[in-house]
């Protein structure tokens, strides 16, 4: 699987779990939800940025070294 194809798989996999969430929050809106949301949730947005961005500097060390190599 190349980097761009995971990346996106990442991506939509974000949006899919965000969209889930939200509708369990539709239900669960107590203190408990809060707190789980901050504590779980929000931080994920984060981690899928960090992690395509560093899907996008392999995939440009990867064409550098194949560029390299020709």
Avoid: V
Avoid at 42 to 54: L, S
Wanted: proline share 1%; charged share 30%.
């Amino acid at each position: 699987m190349s980097t761009s194809a995971g990346r996106g798989m990442l991506l939509e996999a974000g949006k899919q779990f965000a969209r889930e969430w939200a509708g369990l929050h539709e239900s669960w809106t107590d203190q408990n939800a809060e707190a789980f949301e901050a504590r779980y949730i929000a931080p994920i947005d984060g981690h899928i940025r960090r992690a395509t961005e560093a899907m996008d500097r392999l995939a440009e060390t990867a064409d550098a070294a194949r560029r390299a190599c020709e």
